[in-house]
């Protein structure tokens, strides 16, 4: 699979596509020559992020309003990855994390974020390989995280969502791979987007250091997709901590994990 926009067909999906990483990635692939269908709740922002890419780029760019936490939304979506209209790339981007512990969680809550988070990706994956395989030709990346690899987020199920995101990202890419497909887990650390904020989530005392920026996230993903990457962790200083993840003794993680926003403090016991 060529990610280089070598017919007029060549399109990508991006789900989650009007804020953060996922306009990131609509960004660039609108400037590298890709003809775009962007999937987002907001039909507004859907819109408005349509019109600044075909004023700028002069490409096709459709729009999908659909909430993806839905089995309906889901379906919109799928209908359109089963389309006479190939994909050529999906970038399953969309997700939430809940700014409250497991113990102060509602069921309600904790559905929505797996809906979104793993059922949705299960689904948009599973309907955008099927034509893929057939043609020998496509891949997709799954938005995922570094806070995947470790409960660093101590109450939080956001972690346990992503780790199934690139769990099942590595497993399904070596099943696709013999089909000239490629599936990739993208995990990035923190990222200056609207994630954050839109949670609820307080970040103002993480160092400078720690953040990246949404594009050089996505240069980076793409590179590694071309090299036939499984998983892609952007930046060296969130490799270090993979391995870091990856290989530290739990009693350690538990230790030094710094994202306290699933903790319940004392007052709340």
Same mark, same amino acid.
């Given at each position: 699979?060529?990610?280089?926009?070598?017919?007029?067909?060549?399109?990508?999906? !991006?789900?989650? =596509?009007?804020?953060?990483?996922?306009?990131? &990635?609509? +960004?660039?692939? /609108?400037? %590298?020559?890709?003809? $775009?269908?962007?999937?987002?709740?907001?039909?507004?922002?859907?819109?408005?992020?349509?019109?600044?890419?075909?004023?700028?780029?002069?490409?096709?760019?459709?729009?999908?309003?659909?909430?993806?936490?839905?089995?309906?939304?889901?379906?919109?979506?799928?209908?359109?990855?089963?389309?006479?209209?190939?994909?050529?790339?999906? !970038?399953?981007? =969309?997700?939430?994390?809940?700014?409250?512990? &497991?113990? +102060?969680?509602? /069921?309600? %809550?904790?559905?929505? $974020?797996?809906?979104?988070?793993?059922?949705?990706?299960?689904?948009?994956?599973?309907?955008?390989?099927?034509?893929?395989?057939?043609?020998?030709?496509?891949?997709?990346?799954?938005?995922?995280?570094?806070?995947?690899?470790?409960?660093?987020?101590?109450?939080?199920?956001?972690?346990?969502?992503?780790?199934?995101?690139?769990?099942?990202?590595?497993?399904?890419?070596?099943?696709?791979?013999? &089909?000239?497909?490629?599936?990739?887990?993208?995990?990035?650390?923190?990222?200056?987007?609207?994630?954050?904020?839109?949670?609820?989530?307080?970040?103002?005392?993480?160092?400078?250091?720690?953040?990246?920026?949404?594009?050089?996230?996505?240069?980076?993903?793409?590179?590694?997709?071309?090299?036939?990457?499984?998983?892609?962790?952007?930046?060296?200083?969130?490799?270090?901590?993979?391995?870091?993840?990856?290989?530290?003794?739990?009693?350690?993680?538990?230790?030094?994990?710094?994202?306290?926003?699933?903790?319940?403090?004392?007052?709340?016991?």
């Amino acid at each position: 699979m060529t990610l280089e926009s070598t017919t007029p067909e060549r399109r990508a999906l !991006v789900t989650g =596509a009007t804020s953060g990483i996922g306009a990131a &990635f609509v +960004r660039r692939l /609108a400037a %590298d020559g890709w003809h $775009l269908v962007l999937v987002a709740r907001d039909a507004d922002r859907l819109a408005g992020m349509a019109e600044e890419l075909r004023t700028r780029h002069s490409h096709d760019v459709e729009t999908l309003s659909a909430d993806l936490s839905t089995d309906d939304g889901c379906a919109i979506v799928e209908q359109r990855l089963a389309s006479d209209s190939p994909i050529h790339l999906v !970038v399953n981007n =969309a997700g939430i994390s809940l700014n409250k512990p &497991f113990l +102060r969680s509602t /069921a309600e %809550d904790e559905a929505r $974020l797996l809906r979104l988070n793993v059922h949705a990706v299960m689904r948009l994956t599973l309907a955008a390989l099927r034509p893929m395989t057939e043609r020998r030709d496509g891949a997709v990346i799954n938005v995922s995280s570094v806070a995947g690899f470790g409960a660093v987020m101590p109450g939080s199920t956001y972690s346990a969502s992503k780790a199934w995101v690139t769990n099942f990202s590595e497993s399904v890419g070596q099943s696709a791979r013999p &089909f000239g497909v490629r599936v990739m887990a993208l995990c990035p650390g923190y990222t200056r987007t609207e994630f954050h904020e839109r949670a609820g989530i307080n970040m103002s005392k993480t160092p400078e250091w720690m953040w990246l920026q949404a594009e050089d996230v996505v240069d980076e993903a793409l590179r590694d997709l071309r090299k036939g990457k499984l998983v892609s962790v952007p930046a060296w200083k969130y490799k270090v901590a993979v391995a870091g993840l990856r290989h530290a003794p739990r009693r350690l993680l538990e230790v030094v994990s710094r994202d306290t926003r699933g903790r319940i403090g004392r007052e709340e016991r």
